[in-house]
């Protein structure tokens, strides 16, 4: 059984994270270049790596049929938007498709991650992992929504 304060911490977190990207991030995107906003919004990505900390012996008691998938896709995410953020700031040509792939991937991920999670009843073993999920997800998820969000502008600036 999920504890009932978890679906309650990431409901407001993710209000929170919304909260932020539209009195802070939208206004700041919208004056930017697309470039300089990709720079802005696929930097947090590159912290999924901690996705692997589910594979940490003794800091939460998961089944590993949930924590590989986890730290692999996690990984490949943050490698991902690593690439990314490089090909966004030498203005690589095809740095955007780089993106695309990046946000599809890690979104998908994150999605498959919640499945399993459920799947696997994986909440009430989290242990301090917990904090990840009611804290990090839901502001990944909303960083995510603004990948999306930047990449649809027009383009003013070649990324």
């Known amino acids: 059984m999920v504890p009932p304060i978890l679906p309650l911490v990431i409901a407001l977190s993710l209000l929170a994270w919304a909260i932020i990207a539209w009195v802070h991030l939208v206004p700041w995107l919208h004056t930017h270049s697309r470039r300089e906003g990709l720079l802005l919004v696929v930097m947090p990505h590159m ?20 924590a590989l998938p986890l730290a692999w896709g996690d990984g490949i995410t943050a ?17 955007a498709k780089f993106v695309w792939v990046f946000n599809l991937f890690g979104l998908i991920d994150m999605f498959h991650n919640v499945y399993n999670a459920a799947a696997l009843q994986v909440a009430p073993r989290l242990g301090v992992l917990a904090y990840v999920v009611g804290f990090g997800l839901p502001g990944m998820f909303v960083f995510h929504l603004l990948v999306f969000r930047t990449l649809l502008r027009r383009v003013e600036h070649s990324v």
């Open 47 to 66: 912290f999924r790596h901690l996705g692997a900390m589910a594979m940490f012996p003794g800091l939460a008691d998961v089944p590993r049929a949930w």
């Open 79 to 95: 490698g991902l938007a690593a690439l990314s953020m490089i090909g966004v700031h030498r203005s690589w040509r095809h740095a």
